[in-house]
């Protein structure tokens, strides 16, 4: 199994930057690609950045030159930097894992607000 625990969300203003960062745990050795997604208030859940284990990166258009996604191998860590935030980035930023057997975990979520 694999766990995962994200951290560093919280309030920031219009054009500021914030990263996030998830650990994993467990059977880190079956991920094939870590990700965040995000979910708005009364939205859907949507894809922000995806990474795989070769290192290959993926955006949503919307946050294409502001966002970057990058890893820690060794520390079995993801990172999403957050540049030039705007208020409709404002939402709960899911780390996401996808592992061996087409196993897809979640970690709890971590809030980030942009004011305005």
């Known amino acids: 199994q694999v766990q995962l625990v994200e951290s560093g969300g919280g309030l920031v203003q219009a054009g500021g930057s914030l990263r996030v960062s998830c650990v994993a745990s467990g059977n880190i050795h079956s991920i094939n690609a870590m990700g965040w997604y995000r979910q708005a208030p009364g939205k859907q859940r949507e894809l922000v950045a995806t990474i795989t284990r070769w290192g290959a990166t993926n955006y949503a258009d919307s946050v294409k030159g502001r966002f970057a996604i990058s890893r820690d191998v060794a520390k079995s860590l993801v990172y999403l930097q957050m540049n030039s935030l705007k208020p409709e980035d404002t939402a709960v930023y899911y780390c996401?894992?996808?592992?061996?057997?087409?196993?897809?975990?979640w970690g709890q979520g971590t809030l980030v607000t942009v004011s305005s």
């Open positions: 996401y894992a996808a592992a061996g057997g087409n196993l897809e975990v």
